[in-house]
């Protein structure tokens, strides 16, 4: 698979700051709550349409399930964060597997104390790829705040504390972040006091470190299953949900891994959920992640991600969708 390359953007690396330093300083002000601006409509993904493979049954640097994965679309790379083994769920320690895009297994880095996993962006930068991702794990596992960590093979990082990291929305407990590299924004999903909140930024407002109000911030609509994921392709938010199977008290029949579309200029279901069967036939299936990349033919893809495999030997499998209307 390949794609065109983007405009190449000088990115500095993590900027490790003191505790005492204010937040208006860093750029990391309140940040508003609601939309300031509406975001062009766009087409969006037909859910209803066929899958198709990117690759099945790959290995990862460990036997754990895949939580998440995201593309640097300069340098062509594909990165999959991974639960660590022998880690408990509420260390929110870290695996990120760099592949190729046959799903050949090239590099690892580990990342202690910083999240869940459930999303991230791996953004280009010169020759390497910086990954925004969540940090400051809280004792739930999952993190408090998003840090630019450049990937370096091999090697293991001990997670910023918070106030050394970025948190761009007042009040928020939780984040996480999936880039959209076609019309260059990020989405970012939080959490506050009165549940998950949706917030779009341009691209360069990670790029710049500095943040401002969001084109679009809204209440993210009740989507019933397990979350499993989301990214942003222009105006619609993707979301998957569902459990693993078959396997015991897991579902049965065509299971119940589903992908819905939220309109972010109204907050609103658009079309979904619809239950994906890309990858039916594989042992342990558990939807795992979303993310978007365009070829160098001009051709958006919505890929979904898969856990696949045995316990004590998960693999990667990944699907895409590619139909616009």
């Given at each position: 698979?390949?794609?065109?390359?983007a405009?190449?953007?000088?990115r500095?690396?993590?900027?490790?700051v003191?505790?005492?330093?204010?937040?208006?300083?860093?750029?990391?002000?309140?940040g508003?709550?609601?939309?300031?601006?509406?975001?062009?409509?766009?087409?969006?993904?037909?859910?209803?349409?066929?899958?198709?493979?990117l690759?099945?049954?790959?290995?990862?640097?460990?036997p754990?399930?895949?939580?998440s994965?995201a593309?640097?679309?300069v340098?062509k790379?594909?990165?999959v964060?991974?639960?660590?083994?022998?880690s408990?769920e509420?260390a929110?320690?870290?695996?990120?597997?760099?592949?190729d895009?046959?799903?050949?297994?090239?590099?690892?880095?580990?990342?202690?104390?910083?999240?869940?996993g459930?999303?991230?962006?791996?953004l280009p930068?010169?020759?390497?790829?910086?990954?925004?991702?969540?940090?400051?794990a809280n004792?739930?596992g999952?993190g408090?705040?998003?840090?630019?960590?450049r990937?370096?093979?091999?090697?293991?990082?001990?997670?910023p504390?918070?106030?050394?990291a970025y948190?761009?929305i007042?009040?928020?407990t939780?984040?996480?972040c999936?880039v959209?590299?076609?019309?260059?924004?990020?989405i970012v999903?939080?959490?506050?006091?009165?549940?998950?909140?949706?917030?779009?930024?341009?691209?360069s407002a990670?790029?710049?470190?500095?943040?401002?109000?969001?084109?679009?911030d809204?209440?993210?609509?009740?989507?019933p299953?397990?979350?499993?994921?989301?990214?942003?392709?222009?105006s619609?938010?993707?979301?998957?949900?569902?459990?693993?199977y078959?396997?015991?008290?897991?579902p049965?029949?065509?299971?119940?891994?589903?992908?819905?579309?939220?309109?972010?200029?109204?907050?609103?279901?658009?079309?979904?959920?619809v239950?994906?069967?890309a990858g039916?036939t594989?042992h342990?299936?558990?939807?795992?992640g979303?993310?978007?990349?365009?070829?160098?033919?001009?051709?958006?893809?919505?890929?979904i991600?898969?856990?696949?495999?045995?316990?004590?030997d998960?693999?990667s499998?990944?699907?895409?969708?590619k139909d616009?209307?």
């Amino acid at each position: 698979m390949q794609h065109t390359p983007a405009s190449r953007v000088s990115r500095r690396n993590l900027i490790r700051v003191g505790a005492g330093a204010s937040l208006a300083a860093l750029g990391l002000g309140a940040g508003a709550q609601t939309a300031s601006a509406a975001v062009t409509a766009t087409k969006r993904f037909d859910l209803t349409q066929p899958s198709y493979d990117l690759f099945r049954s790959k290995n990862t640097h460990g036997p754990r399930v895949q939580q998440s994965f995201a593309f640097d679309w300069v340098n062509k790379f594909l990165f999959v964060a991974t639960k660590r083994s022998g880690s408990p769920e509420s260390a929110g320690d870290l695996c990120i597997n760099k592949m190729d895009f046959d799903g050949n297994y090239i590099s690892y880095m580990h990342l202690n104390g910083f999240g869940h996993g459930v999303a991230f962006a791996a953004l280009p930068s010169g020759s390497g790829t910086e990954l925004w991702i969540e940090c400051a794990a809280n004792t739930n596992g999952y993190g408090t705040a998003l840090a630019p960590i450049r990937y370096t093979a091999n090697a293991s990082w001990n997670s910023p504390a918070a106030s050394a990291a970025y948190r761009p929305i007042s009040g928020a407990t939780e984040y996480t972040c999936s880039v959209d590299p076609v019309y260059r924004r990020m989405i970012v999903r939080y959490h506050t006091s009165a549940g998950k909140r949706i917030a779009v930024y341009p691209l360069s407002a990670f790029e710049s470190r500095s943040f401002g109000t969001p084109l679009v911030d809204f209440k993210q609509p009740s989507i019933p299953g397990t979350p499993q994921g989301y990214t942003l392709y222009g105006s619609y938010m993707y979301y998957l949900t569902g459990d693993a199977y078959p396997g015991d008290g897991s579902p049965t029949g065509d299971g119940n891994s589903y992908v819905t579309s939220v309109d972010i200029n109204t907050g609103a279901v658009k079309q979904g959920p619809v239950l994906t069967k890309a990858g039916s036939t594989l042992h342990h299936r558990e939807p795992e992640g979303l993310a978007i990349y365009r070829t160098d033919a001009g051709e958006s893809r919505l890929f979904i991600g898969f856990a696949t495999g045995v316990e004590g030997d998960r693999r990667s499998s990944i699907f895409y969708k590619k139909d616009l209307i």
